[in-house]
């Protein structure tokens, strides 16, 4: 494969899947995505939600419901732009 057809192929795969970034992505960006990934991927998955449930003491719904409230802001509130110059 040359040069540019790896090229368009990365680029392809950045704007398919916006959770892998790219060299602009901040780190609390990044986190972010991954984070909100795993959220949804756990209140999407009754088996997963019923694992953490009984683990945590917890019904199944309050568990799903705990892992969507947590997508709101799920690393905190992004840093101010004094912070990301350090």
Same mark, same amino acid.
Do not use: C, Q, W
């Given at each position: 494969m040359d =040069?540019?057809?790896?090229h368009s192929q990365t680029e392809q795969l950045f704007a398919r899947? @916006?959770?892998t970034g790219n060299a602009d992505t901040t780190k609390h960006t990044w986190l972010t995505n991954q984070h909100l990934?795993?959220?949804a991927h756990?209140?999407?998955?009754r088996g #997963?939600?019923?694992y953490i449930a009984i683990a945590e003491g917890e019904?199944? $719904?309050e568990t799903r #419901? =705990?892992? #969507? &409230? &947590?997508?709101i802001e799920p690393c905190g509130p992004p @840093?101010?732009?004094? $912070? =990301?110059?350090?």
């Open positions: =040069k540019f057809g790896m899947h @916006p959770g990934d795993t959220y756990i209140a999407s998955n #997963l939600t019923a019904s199944v $719904e #419901l =705990k892992m #969507l &409230r &947590r997508m @840093p101010s732009s004094a $912070e =990301k110059d350090v």
